[in-house]
């Protein structure tokens, strides 16, 4: 299982650097092509497209039961869900007020825990890995109540230094609850009376319905590079699959604070 997300990061890592090769080419391609269109401070035309980098942090909600019971059997606490995040945004302008956004990101937490009640016939700790993680694609509408810029004569747009919006969406969320380690028996006793230990992996995966609510503002950094700053939640659940039995659905909600660099033309 660390080799199979090893290799999904490894994967998604590599999709985020062809997709930076792309925005280093537009980088150096766009800017002579809009001095030759343009003035110093305008662009030839209302930009319709913009690629985002984004990265930032997420809070999960973990409130649901196996976190209650995880929470309780392990020294975890719910904080050790939370992760960094990081990932791209594809903006497609629909109007001046409104663009359509299709992101996807990478989010995933590792923790190293043990039994807080139980220790080894050794007098060792009973350790296990316990881990997060979330790969979400989500297309949501962006809604910005002021212009974002302002026609000069047939041909020079001027872009707006701030621009608030708000928005949402859906998707899904692609996710993997594991825990791999070693665990308690709490029905079989060895012949000396004592609970049995043995190792185990047990996980749960796959895709979940997700929706999001949305609220940020962009900075304007010249002619066609912007600064990005939202705040995001994510609503999702689903069942449990695998070993992880006799719970209800496993919570996926989270608040997330981003920040990204943008290219748009």
């Known amino acids: 299982m660390v080799r199979k997300e090893m290799g999904d990061m490894i994967h ?16 150096v391609a766009v800017p002579g092509s809009l001095r030759a269109q343009g003035g110093e401070g305008f662009l030839f035309g209302q930009p319709r497209v913009s690629l985002k980098f984004e990265s930032g942090y997420g809070w999960q909600s973990a409130s649901s039961d196996v ?10 606490g719910r904080r050790d869900f939370d992760a960094p995040y990081l990932g791209g945004e594809l903006g497609l302008r629909a109007t001046e007020h409104v663009d359509v956004a299709i992101a996807v990101g990478y989010q995933a937490s590792s923790v190293r825990s043990e ?7 050794d007098d060792l700790p009973i350790l296990q890995n316990t881990r997060l993680r979330q790969i979400p694609a989500v297309a949501s509408l962006k809604l910005y109540p002021f212009a974002r810029g302002r026609q000069i004569g047939r041909f020079a747009w001027v872009p707006r230094a701030f621009a608030p919006f708000v928005g949402g969406g859906v998707g899904l969320v692609m996710y993997s609850f594991e825990q791999q380690g070693e665990f308690v028996d709490y029905e079989t006793l060895d012949a000396d009376g004592i609970l049995d230990i043995f190792n185990d992996r047990i996980t749960s995966e796959g895709e979940a319905f997700l929706v999001r609510a949305q ?10 590079f912007v600064l990005t700053f939202e705040g995001r939640y994510n609503w999702s659940n689903t069942p449990l699959e695998g070993g992880w039995v006799d719970f209800r659905n496993i919570d996926l909600d989270g608040l997330q604070a981003i ?7």
């Open 12 to 27: 998604f890592v590599r999709q985020l650097s062809s997709a930076a090769v792309m925005l280093t080419a537009f980088a």
């Open 67 to 76: 976190y209650d019971w995880v929470i309780g059997e392990h020294t975890i």
């Open 115 to 121: 039994y807080r009640e139980y220790i080894g016939t």
């Open 215 to 224: 609220a940020g503002f962009n900075i304007s950094l010249g002619k066609q």
């Open 259 to 265: 920040g990204g660099l943008a290219i748009r033309w």
